[in-house]
C-alpha cells in the first residue's frame, strides 16, 4: 500500500471542480394506452389496488453521464497509518470517492497487548471517517513485509488475544467499516510468509478467521489467496445461500496484485488454483461478496482496457486502490478507458422509468413501479434499506422489506411495490420519492450514506431522495 501524493490529491480536486458534466433533465409522458387507472378490486401480482380511481403516470429519467460517489464503492485511496488527526476525510468524497483503505500496523505488540491508548486512538479515527462521509476497507497487519525475508509476524495466541481486545471498537464502529481483509498472517497481513507458520496453518487460519467473523459482525472478510477459500468450502457461494451472515456468507477475496501478471504475482498457482479454475469458483461468489484491491505493477497483456474490464465484469470489482500502481492508472487514462472503470466500480444503478397515480388519498393503497439498469461490475452488497418517500407537507417515509437492492446484480431489473399512505396524510402536493439509506442508525439520516442513481436531476442532496415526481393528495 502506498501513501497519497498530496500534491496529486490537489490537482485532482482542481481538475474535478472544472470537469462536472451538465446534467439533463427528467422527461414526463401520459401513460401509453395499455396502462389501466387503478380501480377497486384489481391487482398487482397478488396485491389488492387502491380504492381510488387515478390516471397512472409513467415518468422516463436521462441518466447522468459522470461518476456517482456511491457508498462502498469505487477507486479508493490508500494509507498505511490511521490516526484521528491524520486527514479530513471530507477531501476524498471530493475526489470522487467513498472508500479509503486504512493499515492499521501492530508491529510493536507482536508480544504484548494492544494499549487502552491505541484502541482510543482508532475509535477517535473512525468517529473522524464518519464525519468525513466516507467508510474504511480495513486491515491490521504486523510489518510491512517485504517478500521474500519477511519481517515477523505474531503467535496465533497474540494474534487471537488482539482480535477480542479490538472486538469492541470493531462493533462500535462496524457502520463506517465497508469489509476488513483478514490480515494479521505473514508479511503485509497478506496470508504468506508468516514467520510463525501461520499462513501452513489450517486450524490457525479458521481461528483467526472465525475470530474475526465474531469481532464484526455482518461485514465481509476478505482473504488474500483462493485456496484459502476454495479449502474452506470447495462449493461456491449460492444465490440461496447468500446474505445469511452465515460464516461461508461472509468471507471473499482481495487481490493485491491485480493483473498484474499472467498469475497475478503467485494469485494462481495453477492445479486447482489455475486462473481458469480459481476466477470460475471467484466469479460465483462476488454475485454476493465484495472483491478487491491493487495493482502492482504494469503488464500490458490484461490491462489494457479490454482485458481489464472484461476480469472485472467477470470478477464483479467493487473497489480499487487508485494510488497504486500509479503508471497503471495513468496508462488507463492515457488509452481512454478510466472512465468507465470508474464508472462500473461496484454499482451503478440507472433509473428508466417509473410508474405511479397521479393522486391518492390518505389511508389507500399506493402501487409503484419502476425500471432500473445496473451498469456496474456487482451490486451493493452491504445491508440496504428501501423506503418509498413522500415528501410534501409532511413527510412519510414507507418501508419496503419484500425488495432486497443486493440482488440488484448488472443487468435489468423491474420492481413493483405497494405501500399504504398514513390515514393522517395532508392534503396538497408531495414529491414521490426512492430512499436507500445506510441501515445504520448511526448514518440512516446522513444522505452521503445513502444511495444514489445516476440520473440527472432527480437527486435531493440535502435529503438523500431520488425524486420519481409529483403525487396529489386528495382528502375527498
Known sequence: MRNVPWLLLLTTLLLLAACQPAAPTPTESAPPADVPVATAGATVEGAAAPTYSAPLQTRTYQPLAGDVVNPERGFRYSFDTFTPAQENYSTYRLLGTSL????????????????????????????AVRQGGIKVVLRFQYNEGPWPNSEPDASLEQVLRHIAQLKPVLQKNADVIAWMHAGFIGAWGEWHSSTHGLDRDPA??????????DALPQRPILLRYPPDLMTLFPEPLTAEQAFSDTFQARLSFHNDCFLSSDTDVGT???????????TRYLSQITQFVPASGETCAVYPPLQACEAAIQEMEKLHWTDLNISYHQQVIKN???????????????????LQEATFPSAARP???????????NEGFASPLNPRLLFVVVDGPT???LPVSEVDPRTWLPGEHSVNVQVTLPADLPAGEYRLALWLPDPAESLRNDPRYSIRFANAEIWDEAKGLNILGTLQINLQ
Open 363 to 373: 389511508g389507500e393503497a399506493l402501487l409503484l413501479s419502476w425500471k432500473l439498469v
Open 100 to 127: 479509503v483503505y486504512v493499515g492499521v500496523r501492530l508491529d510493536n505488540y507482536r508480544e504484548q497487548d494492544l494499549p487502552q491508548a491505541l484502541l482510543d486512538s482508532l475509535d477517535q479515527a473512525f468517529a
Open 395 to 397: 413527510t412519510a417515509s
Open 332 to 350: 488507463w487514462k492515457k488509452a481512454g478507458c478510466f472512465e468507465e472503470i470508474q464508472q462500473r466500480l461496484g454499482y451503478r444503478l440507472v
Open 204 to 213: 490457525a487460519k479458521r481461528a483467526i478467521l472465525e475470530a474475526l467473523a
Open 268 to 278: 494462481y498457482s495453477g492445479g486447482s488454483n489455475s486462473r481458469e479454475n480459481a
